[in-house]
């Protein structure tokens, strides 16, 4: 089976600090994205990466970073936490082959006090 | 740019009805399109993969469409169970592009 692990299922943070995110999957995938989703929105994407040091900005980059220096590993970077960061942080992976599936963890509650 | 709609956001329905839940695109030229459910605080598990040479694909109680042409799925869930209740979303790949995109999800809720 697919794993996609995030490291943790809830976090609460201070505004103002930095805050690391980390994801793991470990079927070799090439594709991995980082999405956050709040109420009435949906899941927006903040970030893709379609292989080690390669990354795109998604639809809402503004306050984050991003960090794959490992193909198993996806790190999602808040250089200093808002309270308008407090969300459900969702980290995905999927093959570079186009006809295959995403497969999710099982997400981040943060909370920014 | 794609867009992905899925129409109602709610919907509650008595255990044991058929129930069909909807999806529409914009743009037709995609990779797949994939159904997800959502329990509450949990991350998204996938339910069903079609490719976009697919009309449908079949898991258990569950039997996904694709018209590729309209812009439209529908996700027929069989002999509704109380287990069933959660977010159900859908999201396409778009043709050359390594992208997800999501609709906002209908939250179905099956009445004992």
């Known amino acids: 089976d697919v794993k996609v692990t995030q490291s943790s299922r809830y976090l609460v943070k201070r505004t103002g600090e930095k805050v690391f995110l980390e994801c793991v999957q470990d079927?070799?995938?090439?594709?991995m994205f980082w999405y956050r989703q709040d109420p009435g929105l949906g899941l927006r994407l903040i970030y893709f990466?379609?292989?080690?040091?390669?990354?795109e900005k998604g639809d809402i980059p503004e306050g984050y970073s991003v960090s794959r220096e490992k193909k198993e590993r996806f790190s999602l970077i808040l250089e200093s936490a808002s309270t308008n960061q407090t969300s459900m942080y969702l980290c995905?992976?999927?093959?570079?082959?186009?006809?295959?599936?995403?497969?999710f963890g099982q997400g981040t509650r943060l909370t920014v006090v | 740019k794609q867009e992905v709609t899925q129409i109602p956001a709610a919907l509650s329905v008595p255990e044991g009805e058929n129930l069909v839940l909807n999806c529409s695109f914009t743009d037709s030229a995609i990779y797949n399109l994939q159904w997800f459910r959502q329990d509450p605080g949990k991350g998204l598990t996938s339910l069903l993969l079609i490719q976009s040479s697919q009309r449908e694909q079949t898991s258990g109680r569950l039997n996904a469409s694709l018209d590729k042409s309209s812009g439209r799925s529908t996700l027929y869930i069989a002999a509704s169970q109380p287990g069933d209740s959660a977010t159900y979303l859908c999201?396409?790949?778009?043709?050359?592009?390594?992208?997800?995109?999501f609709g906002k999800g209908t939250r179905l809720h099956i009445l004992p």
């Open positions: 999201a396409v790949r778009p043709r050359g592009d390594d992208k997800i995109i």
């Open positions: 079927m070799d995938h090439e594709n």
């Open positions: 990466s379609y292989d080690v040091k390669m990354k």
């Open positions: 995905a992976s999927s093959s570079g082959r186009v006809n295959t599936e995403a497969f």
